[in-house]
């Protein structure tokens, strides 16, 4: 009966939240646990989680979750507290905030006029790609504004393999860019990236957590660059150096043809 009206449901929303998808399996009825320890996990996340399955509202994916291992959830902690911390007495907003992800990241931009309808709707971040928790790109990135840089935490899944036990360099560079243009574009709207430079100093052990600090040099015209450092969550070890040039689109970029 339940089921019946979860699919009831589900029908007359097209668009539910991912959850909502989940709502309507049987396999839900498991996760319901896992969403409720990812409650627990995190205390602030728990005002801004939807525990609603048929919520309208996207789901964040970079809320806590039970795929995060005790570092993630610890680093996490740490800056998510700066994002409740003013910079001076007279400062209205605290520097750092966390930015909510989502699947799909400009919902409605057209990306084409030749892109057809069933491929706009299908269409996914690719980070953002899987339903299961901690299986490929599990990450969460905070910005501030102020100072022009960000810090993203991001565990690594074992989906994203390449060398036995380490991480795919593809991956790596899926981050870097993520994270570089995610500052460019909350800095300056939106861009597209010309150009990434990557140099990998030692390799990430699969499931671990590692820092992304991007930050950025300097606009000229239309053109943004950004660097970007991949480390330990200690900053001890240096994983990854980065340079990525963004260049910004306007709004003829709703116009681009899909050949
Ligand atoms: C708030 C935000 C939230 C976001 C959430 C989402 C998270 C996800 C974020 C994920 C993010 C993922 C993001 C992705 O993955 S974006 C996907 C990967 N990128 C692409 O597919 C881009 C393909 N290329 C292009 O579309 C164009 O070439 C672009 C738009 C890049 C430039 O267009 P165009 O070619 O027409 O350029 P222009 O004539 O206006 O030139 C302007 C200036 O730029 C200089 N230039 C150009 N190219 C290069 C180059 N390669 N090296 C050095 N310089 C270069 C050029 O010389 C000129 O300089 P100047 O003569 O003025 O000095």
């Given at each position: 009966?339940?089921?019946?009206?979860?699919?009831?449901?589900?029908?007359?929303?097209?668009?539910?939240?991912?959850?909502?998808r989940?709502?309507?399996?049987?396999?839900?009825?498991?996760?319901?646990?896992?969403?409720?320890?990812?409650?627990?996990?995190?205390?602030?996340?728990?005002?801004?989680?939807?525990?609603?399955?048929?919520?309208?509202?996207?789901?964040?994916?970079?809320?806590?979750?039970?795929?995060?291992?005790?570092?993630?959830?610890?680093?996490?902690?740490?800056?998510?507290?700066?994002c409740?911390?003013?910079?001076?007495?007279?400062?209205?907003?605290?520097?750092?905030?966390?930015?909510?992800?989502?699947?799909?990241?400009?919902?409605?931009?057209?990306?084409?006029?030749?892109?057809?309808?069933?491929?706009?709707?299908?269409?996914?971040?690719?980070?953002?790609?899987?339903?299961?928790?901690?299986?490929?790109?599990?990450?969460?990135?905070?910005?501030?504004?102020?100072?022009?840089?960000?810090?993203?935490?991001?565990?690594?899944?074992?989906?994203?393999?390449?060398?036995?036990?380490?991480?795919?360099?593809?991956?790596?560079?899926?981050?870097?860019?993520?994270?570089?243009?995610?500052?460019?574009?909350?800095?300056?709207?939106?861009?597209?990236?010309?150009n990434?430079?990557?140099?990998?100093?030692s390799?990430?052990p699969?499931?671990?957590?590692?820092?992304?600090?991007?930050?950025?040099?300097?606009?000229?015209?239309?053109?943004?660059?950004?660097?970007?450092?991949?480390?330990?969550?200690?900053?001890?070890?240096?994983?990854?150096?980065?340079?990525?040039?963004?260049?910004?689109?306007?709004?003829?970029?709703?116009?681009?043809?899909?050949?």
């Open positions: 009966m339940i089921l019946r009206c979860l699919h009831a449901v589900r029908r007359f929303i097209p668009h539910c939240p991912a959850l909502c989940d709502a309507v399996s049987k396999r839900s009825l498991v996760k319901i646990p896992e969403l409720l320890y990812s409650a627990r996990a995190s205390a602030r996340g728990l005002s801004k989680m939807s525990l609603w399955p048929f919520s309208v509202s996207p789901w964040d994916f970079s809320q806590p979750n039970a795929s995060w291992n005790a570092e993630m959830q610890e680093v996490y902690d740490r800056y998510n507290a700066l409740e911390v003013k910079a001076e007495e007279t400062e209205k907003k605290p520097p750092w905030r966390k930015l909510p992800s989502y699947n799909r990241s400009l919902k409605y931009v057209t990306g084409g006029v030749y892109l057809s309808k069933i491929i706009q709707s299908k269409a996914r971040l690719f980070t953002r790609n899987l339903k299961e928790h901690g299986a490929a790109f599990e990450y969460v990135v905070f910005m501030n504004k102020q100072e022009k840089r960000c810090v993203c935490l991001f565990q690594a899944g074992h989906l994203l393999e390449g060398p036995p036990g380490y991480v795919h360099g593809g991956a790596i560079a899926t981050m870097i860019d993520t994270v570089t243009g995610t500052l460019a574009g909350y800095l300056v709207g939106p861009v597209m990236t010309a990434l430079n990557i140099n990998y100093r390799p990430v699969l499931g671990s957590v590692v820092v992304l600090h991007g930050a950025l040099d300097r606009i000229e015209g239309k053109k943004v660059f950004v660097t970007c450092r991949m480390t330990s969550t200690d900053e001890s070890k240096l994983h990854t150096e980065a340079t990525a040039l963004f260049i910004t689109v306007g709004p003829q970029w709703n116009s681009f043809e899909v050949s």
